[in-house]
């Protein structure tokens, strides 16, 4: 056999096929008996080209190589499922000459071609295998259905994304369902413009749900829902729109107007004689104020998570599967003592929040609290009972912010409420311009 007919891996050269776009497809070249062949991966693992790195012939696959996989676990892995593409598809082509060679015969280009789309499982042009979506609301269908099956995980903790989620996912289908119907109009991607955005904000200042008016953050939690399934559509090639990317589509913010409960207020509430069902809501809650824990895992606490030797909890959070280790204040080792060391019974979340809101009201967290906020298109001002706004999540903020008060290190809470930055943490933080110059006002700088 003449040396033109020995192949080695070296021979396989993978490369992009169009490198002055924006996104190509990858190529594999090698020379077959003085004939190049040709073959490029399926459509799915089409690559940005700023991705592609020029000397290594394979994708970026560390922030040190490329600035964008900073922070992006899911960009990282899917440069990934690039890599391990191109090595599967080496190893296959490598397999399918070596088994021609061991018969003493040497493959046509169109025979290696035909050979590898087999032993890869590839019928044709996957573009044609896709499914096909008439319109946008097919595709969040879709979309929904990939994350029921798991196809689609939260990026940060890799976990499934919860029922949570998911209603808000159909929430958001079924207001764009009433959009669609009341402007006579089929929701295509190509129709998701920034035009789009403002008539959907604009059709939800005219709509009114069970609770009143849409405010901002639902108007902005139904555009950032649209923005993330868009950017799975353009990822996985069934839309070449990218207006959702773009600045004049940004998520609709305000800042919420939440409250906490005071060291005060909670020690009144803490007072209360209540019989045993209430007493478990009220007592639920306590635990949670005084441990920062979300509801979810407050309901998953049990003894084995308890270190009465170290005076410590420690689990994995079901939100964002964190580690969190919290030392336990007196509070929450008298209630958990009333109970033989079992955390209370919790109910469900709806039924807990209306509890407690009678119970607050019982311990007199009745002061007046006025603000302003946009609902319906226009900046209202509101006046409420502090009791009317209490859920379960006011504990989460009350622990943040009782203990930024008596000056427990930011970085400490953050590690028992298992937040990753500042920023998402300091929202919790809820004291009042008033509060935070008694905080600092015998700081050295101020005397």
């Known amino acids: 056999m003449s040396n033109k007919n020995i192949f080695t891996r070296s021979q396989i050269k993978f490369s992009l096929k169009n490198a002055t776009e924006e996104f190509s497809l990858i190529r594999l070249r090698m020379t077959v008996n003085g004939v190049r062949f040709s073959y490029c991966l399926p459509a799915d693992y089409k690559i940005k080209t700023d991705y592609w790195d020029k000397d290594a012939k394979r994708a970026f696959e560390t922030a040190k190589q490329h600035k964008d996989l900073k922070g992006n676990p899911r960009l990282v892995v899917s440069l990934q499922n690039i890599n391990r593409e191109i090595e599967k ?3 296959a082509l490598i397999d399918i000459i070596e088994t021609y060679r061991s018969q003493n015969i040497t493959p046509t280009a169109s025979i290696l071609q035909d050979e590898l789309r087999k ?8 573009e044609e295998e896709k499914p096909f979506f008439p319109d946008f609301m097919s595709y969040i269908d879709y979309y929904i259905d990939l994350c029921k099956q798991g196809k689609i995980l939260n990026i940060d903790s890799s976990t499934r994304i919860s029922e949570g989620t998911l209603a808000t996912y159909k929430s958001t289908k079924n207001i764009l369902k009433k959009y669609a119907a009341a402007r006579n109009v089929v929701l295509s991607f190509d129709s998701i413009t920034g035009e ?3 008539d959907f904000i604009n059709f939800l200042y005219e709509t009114k749900h069970n609770k009143g008016e849409y405010k901002a953050n639902s108007i902005g939690k139904f555009i950032k829902i ?3 399934i868009m950017g799975h559509a353009l990822e996985n090639n069934f839309t070449t729109n990218k207006s959702s990317l773009k600045r004049d589509f940004r998520v609709l913010r305000e800042d919420a107007n939440t409250i906490y409960l005071s060291e005060k207020e909670l020690d009144a509430l803490y007072a209360l004689e209540l019989p045993p069902n209430q007493a478990e809501v009220r007592d639920c809650f306590l635990i949670a104020c005084d441990t920062g824990l979300r509801y979810s895992d407050i309901s998953a606490l049990s003894r084995r998570h308890i270190n009465m030797e170290t005076k410590m909890i420690t689990l994995i959070t079901y939100k964002t599967n964190t580690k969190v280790v ?3 204040r007196k509070r929450v080792r008298e209630i958990l003592k009333k109970y033989n060391w079992r955390p209370p019974q919790t109910q469900c979340n709806q039924a807990t929040n209306r509890m407690l809101k009678k119970l607050c009201e019982q311990a007199g967290i009745t002061e007046l609290i006025s603000y302003t906020e946009m609902a319906g298109g226009t900046r209202k001002e509101c006046t409420f009972r502090k009791f009317e706004k209490v859920t379960t999540h006011t504990a989460r903020r009350s622990f943040a912010t009782n203990a930024f008060m008596q000056k427990v290190s930011p970085l400490s809470i ?5 937040h990753k930055t500042e920023t998402s943490f300091m929202k919790y933080i809820r004291i009042s311009k008033e509060e935070n110059a008694q905080l600092i006002q015998d700081h050295k700088f101020f005397e």
Do not use: C, E, H
């Open 89 to 91: 598809t080496a190893s």
């Open 119 to 126: 032993q890869l499982k590839y019928k044709g042009k996957q």
């Open 196 to 198: 789009f955005r403002k």
């Open 226 to 228: 649209i923005k993330v």
């Open 326 to 328: 919290i030392p336990m």
């Open 414 to 418: 953050m590690a028992m409420t298992g």
